[in-house]
């Protein structure tokens, strides 16, 4: 079992940046990949970004390349999301995900889900 927590939402404007984090406990947590997917009102939950074991490969949406960078410190069990250049359409719950069996940007193929944390961009 792995258990993960989200921090770091917040209200800030467009333009803005943010750091989310998710603590892992549990399992070994260098023992899986992380990845990141969001929900906003109304919409289907999407892909974000995701890291490998070793942080050697990232993966993200197209909708945030560039702006957004997911890392992860394998000493601190932690994962990170840093979001730069905040557009209002990045407003959504945030959800941090843990060991994928098979298509990171398929929610259903990872195993482990957090509570989600709140990210609102205003105009």
């Known amino acids: 079992q792995v258990q993960l927590v989200e921090s770091g939402g917040g209200l800030v404007q467009a333009g803005g940046s943010l750091r989310l984090s998710c603590a892992a406990s549990g399992r070994t947590f260098s023992s899986y990949p992380m990845g990141w997917f969001r929900q906003a009102p109304g919409k289907e939950r999407e892909f974000v970004a995701a890291v490998n074991l070793s942080a050697g490969s990232t993966f993200y949406a197209d909708s945030v390349k560039g702006r957004f960078t997911i890392s992860r410190d394998n000493a601190k069990n932690t994962v990170y999301l840093q979001m730069n250049s905040l557009k209002p359409e990045d407003t959504a719950v945030y959800y941090c995900?843990?060991?994928?069996?098979?298509?990171?940007?398929?929610?259903?193929?990872?195993?482990?889900w957090g509570q989600g944390t709140q990210v609102t961009v205003s105009s």
């Open positions: 995900v843990a060991d994928p069996d098979g298509d990171y940007s398929k929610g259903s193929d990872w195993g482990f």
